[in-house]
């Protein structure tokens, strides 16, 4: 079974800093997705950005970047120019392929806490 | 709001009793996943349909069932709680059944306190 590790439990960061929020995940699979949802206070579950296991290109949504490099099974969150709304738990997930047939079922980490400092 | 919709946002209850939490996804969606996130647990997978078809299934008690009807809404029915069921339940829907990075959108959630 996959496992997604988040070692951070909680991360600072100043206002307009940048900051970096790590993930690892255990997978014999060579084709996969990878995900990074934000969990505000409000608790809602948002997606901030994916990441195809095929593609070679890392990811980019405006501030938001990651850093995946597959062979060491990593997939880390860069937030850049940090604002008080990015506040919130983060949570990196892993979703098998396609083809086998656990459904589109995502499997998460136990979440970072951010919190994000004038 | 993300178009998945959730009823109740909070409910109380006491254990030994049931409860049925309703979901309905966002439209045009065919997938409905329910999750379950505690303290102690974290985010679980509890179970998937797709188009009123079980799809997947997690760490879901036999205490607990749940099905997807013909206009697609979906419900998670927790039945003879008890105190460590208190959790936020999540729905979350997905076009398709594995298309691509097909992605998840999850509604705000279901709060269910048991006392």
């Known amino acids: 079974a996959q496992t997604v590790t988040q070692s951070q439990p909680e991360m600072s960061v100043q206002e307009a800093e940048t900051v970096t929020l790590s993930c690892t995940y255990d997978?014999?699979?060579?084709?996969?997705?990878l995900f990074w949802y934000k969990q505000p206070p409000s608790r809602q579950m948002i997606l901030v950005i994916r990441q195809e296991a095929y593609k070679q290109q890392n990811a980019t949504e405006n501030r938001f970047s990651v850093n995946f490099q597959k062979a060491a099974k990593s997939f880390s969150l860069k937030i850049s120019d940090s604002q008080l709304g990015d506040a919130a738990m983060y949570f990196c997930?892993?979703?098998?392929?396609?083809?086998?047939?656990?459904?589109?079922?995502?499997?998460f980490g136990t979440g970072t806490q951010l919190k994000v400092e004038l | 709001d993300s178009g998945v919709t959730q009823t109740p946002k909070h409910l109380i209850t006491a254990t030994g009793q049931r409860v049925t939490l309703r979901c309905s996804p966002r439209s045009g969606d065919l997938s409905v996943y329910w999750y379950q996130q505690s303290l102690d647990q974290g985010l679980q997978f509890l179970i998937q349909?797709?188009?009123?078809?079980?799809?997947a299934k997690g760490n879901i008690l036999e205490r607990f069932s749940a099905q997807q009807f013909p206009d697609l809404h979906s419900e998670l029915n927790l039945s003879s709680l008890e105190l460590g069921d208190s959790a936020l339940y999540f729905c979350?829907?997905?076009?398709?059944?594995?298309?691509?990075?097909?992605?998840?959108?999850f509604g705000a959630g279901s709060r269910l306190t048991v006392l």
């Open positions: 997978t014999s699979e060579s084709d996969y997705y």
């Open positions: 997930a892993y979703r098998s392929p396609n083809h086998t047939g656990g459904g589109n079922k995502l499997t």
């Open positions: 979350a829907s997905s076009l398709l059944q594995g298309s691509g990075a097909n992605v998840l959108t």
């Open positions: 349909y797709y188009n009123g078809e079980e799809r």
